[in-house]
């Protein structure tokens, strides 16, 4: 599928076909996405949990005020962003490349036949806190978001649209 | 070609072929591809300026250290955040929906055999402010980022690979 289309069939899927099973070889694909993502002066700052445990993915819900849809979900990725792995340069920037491991997921999984779910959770303080107690996180492993995924049992295609009068021509 | 190959064939270019042209349709192709990134609570909150001008090229190449791949890029892509545009949960979340629209433009880029570059611009404020004047930008207009985009003169091909250490299981 061209990635044009892919793009074009990625959303947010928030109901999932529950327990129906994600390959070990489609979730090595979506974490090499992620691990080929751009980073700032190629520190590659980001690191990966995979949440498959069901109790683990029910205290998410429990934590998370946005991420009920861990319930039908068949397992969670949290991208964590690693802040000792910097250099003068590349400092401010972490969480851009959080962003982007993110988007290279979300776009894999599409190519896998898989939904997924963007759910943030930096900057915002409580939930940072939260997701870090949750799974005992040290002080420089900060949690960025963190992605459902699963078989989706909604329909997919983008929300998105291109508008004219969001760009300006130089 | 499938997204991973695309994933994997994206890398930072920072020499183009001078002058070579990019068409209507694959620019365009470039900007629907950002537009149609996810965005916290789709408020969609993402501008963008094309840079075509050599004279702002150049300006550029002289307001930011690390855009001298401009100098051969035919065009460069900026992207803005707009902080009028939130609501009370997605106003943290801004510049993650850009970094997000910059991946999808990158490997867009790709697809239609063309490189690019992600210059960072926020949240460095000496960048900021300097591209703001640039371009004359209101202060809710951030310049998130420039990315140059050209026909490559160096060979594609990710650097980035799978680690197993930065993946935890759970």
Redesign the interface.
Known sequence: ????E???R???IRAYQPEAPVSDEQL??L???A????S?C?M?P????????RG?LDAIVQAHP?AGMLKTATLAIIVIGNTNIHND?SA??L??????A???I???A??EGLGSC?C?VY??EDKVAAISEL?ALPENLVPF?IIAIGVPAEADG??????EE?????
């Not at 599928?1 to 044009?4: E, G, K, L, Q």
């Not at 980001?46 to 445990?53: A, G, L, S």
């Not at 969480?95 to 982007?100: G, I, N, P, S």
């Not at 983008?158 to 508008?163: A, K, Q």
Request: proline share 5%; hydrophobic share 40%.
């Open positions: 599928m061209p990635v044009a892919i793009i074009a990625r959303r947010s090595h694909n974490l090499e996405a691990l080929l993502a751009p700032a190629n590659r980001c690191e990966f949990i995979v949440v498959r445990d683990k946005y340069i401010g920037y969480f851009q490349d959080c962003a982007a993110t988007e290279n979300l776009l894999q599409v190519s963007w943030g900057p915002t799974f978001n983008s929300r998105g649209f291109y508008e969001k760009v300006r021509w130089e």
